[in-house]
């Protein structure tokens, strides 16, 4: 188990170093889907690898607001048309879950390109789900090449 443990970290940071940037200093409030939820941390500001300056940007989320599920979030335009663009939930070199918001399938816009996830503490979490522990893990969620989720025990 520690091996495997060990491995989950390496690849997350890995994967983090190719990663959007997540501001982590700074949490607001969590978002409307995740208030009240065990383990929701707070919002992060979130700046895509492919940052768009002075652009408003749309997008649509996979999963809504659900920790135990690995999300992507895919770039549209105003509309929802798919505009190729799309990242990945994470996990934090802390071991918080960024979880990306609003709803399932709702189309949103980022003024000036910037995204504000939410954070979980995936073992207070798991905990409020019943189980007895949990982390974050690296997990796929197609078509993103990579994402995260909260795994539970």
């Known amino acids: 188990?520690?091996?495997?443990?060990?491995?989950?970290?390496?690849?997350?940071?890995?994967?983090?170093?190719?990663?959007?940037?997540?501001?982590?200093?700074e949490i607001g409030?969590?978002?409307?889907?995740?208030?009240?939820?065990?383990?929701?941390m707070g919002t992060i500001e979130f700046k895509p690898?492919?940052?768009?300056?002075n652009k408003q940007s749309w997008w649509k989320d996979s999963d809504g607001v659900a920790p135990g599920v690995a999300g992507c979030h895919v770039g549209t335009d105003a509309q929802g048309v798919p505009n190729g663009r799309?990242?990945?939930?994470?996990?934090?070199?802390?071991?918080?879950?960024?979880?990306?918001n609003p709803g399932k399938?709702?189309?949103?816009?980022?003024?000036?390109?910037?995204?504000?996830p939410d954070t979980f503490?995936?073992?207070a979490w798991c905990v409020g789900e019943g189980k007895t522990a949990g982390m974050c893990e690296v997990a796929a969620a197609p078509p993103c090449e990579q994402s995260a989720r909260c795994a539970c025990k």
Do not use: R, Y
């Open 1 to 25: 188990m520690k091996q495997f443990t060990a491995l989950t970290l390496l690849v997350s940071c890995s994967l983090l170093l190719a990663s959007p940037v997540f501001a982590h200093g």
């Open 29 to 40: 409030e969590p978002s409307d889907g995740a208030k009240g939820m065990a383990g929701a």
């Open 49 to 53: 690898s492919d940052w768009q300056e």
């Open 86 to 100: 799309m990242f990945g939930e994470a996990c934090l070199p802390d071991g918080l879950l960024v979880e990306s």
């Open 105 to 116: 399938d709702v189309i949103h816009g980022h003024s000036d390109d910037l995204g504000h």
């Open 121 to 123: 503490d995936c073992n």
